[in-house]
């Protein structure tokens, strides 16, 4: 029994050393805005609304293959909306070529994502999803550029771009 305590004791504390490198704890999820009841589809309804992509993307936490999509390189001034509910996410202002075939930005529109911890590569990670319909955009890392030092690495296939 104490092996077993031991154990879980240390899990834990590696558990706290990583989250602490990766600055996990100062995400917070937001509760539900006003509006989210609407956007609660059926998953037949959203394969209806989705291409099979974007379906995977943004209802079963897929990721597209990097370097696929054209908003990697999309320069013009604009907003960036979800895919799924076209509820404005980020601005073109935020965006950068982060190198790592996947469009990036540094910081998000005020109450457009909820965040949650990601367990599936073991070490946590922490995923984003639109704050309106839940679906899943990408994943948030500390090596991001100034001021936030945050890089939002998003899957093309779960955004709209809007030019200005």
């Given at each position: 029994?104490?092996?077993?305590?031991?154990?879980?004791?240390?899990?834990?504390?590696?558990?706290?050393?990583?989250?602490?490198?990766?600055?996990?704890?100062?995400?917070?999820?937001?509760?539900?805005?006003p509006?989210?009841?609407?956007?609660?589809?059926?998953?037949?309804?959203?394969?209806?609304?989705?291409?099979?992509?974007?379906?995977?993307?943004?209802?079963k936490?897929?990721?597209?293959?990097?370097?696929?999509s054209?908003?990697?390189?999309?320069?013009?001034?604009?907003?960036?909306?979800?895919?799924?509910?076209?509820?404005?996410?980020?601005?073109?202002?935020?965006?950068?070529?982060?190198?790592?075939?996947?469009?990036?930005?540094?910081?998000?529109?005020?109450?457009?994502?909820?965040?949650?911890?990601?367990?599936?590569?073991?070490?946590?990670?922490?995923e984003?999803?639109?704050?309106?319909?839940?679906?899943?955009?990408?994943?948030?890392?500390?090596?991001?550029?100034?001021?936030?030092?945050?890089?939002?690495?998003?899957?093309?296939?779960?955004?709209?771009f809007?030019?200005?």
């Amino acid at each position: 029994m104490k092996i077993n305590y031991l154990v879980l004791n240390r899990r834990k504390l590696i558990f706290l050393f990583f989250s602490s490198i990766m600055g996990l704890f100062d995400r917070t999820i937001k509760a539900d805005q006003p509006g989210t009841e609407n956007w609660a589809l059926t998953n037949e309804e959203w394969k209806n609304r989705l291409s099979t992509e974007a379906y995977s993307v943004l209802r079963k936490e897929g990721t597209e293959r990097p370097f696929t999509s054209l908003l990697n390189s999309e320069k013009r001034d604009g907003t960036f909306y979800c895919a799924g509910c076209e509820l404005a996410l980020f601005s073109s202002k935020t965006k950068f070529d982060s190198g790592t075939g996947w469009p990036s930005f540094w910081d998000h529109l005020p109450k457009a994502i909820d965040t949650k911890l990601d367990f599936k590569l073991i070490v946590p990670r922490t995923e984003y999803h639109c704050s309106r319909c839940g679906g899943h955009q990408g994943h948030v890392f500390p090596d991001g550029p100034k001021p936030t030092g945050k890089r939002y690495c998003n899957n093309g296939v779960a955004l709209i771009f809007q030019p200005n």
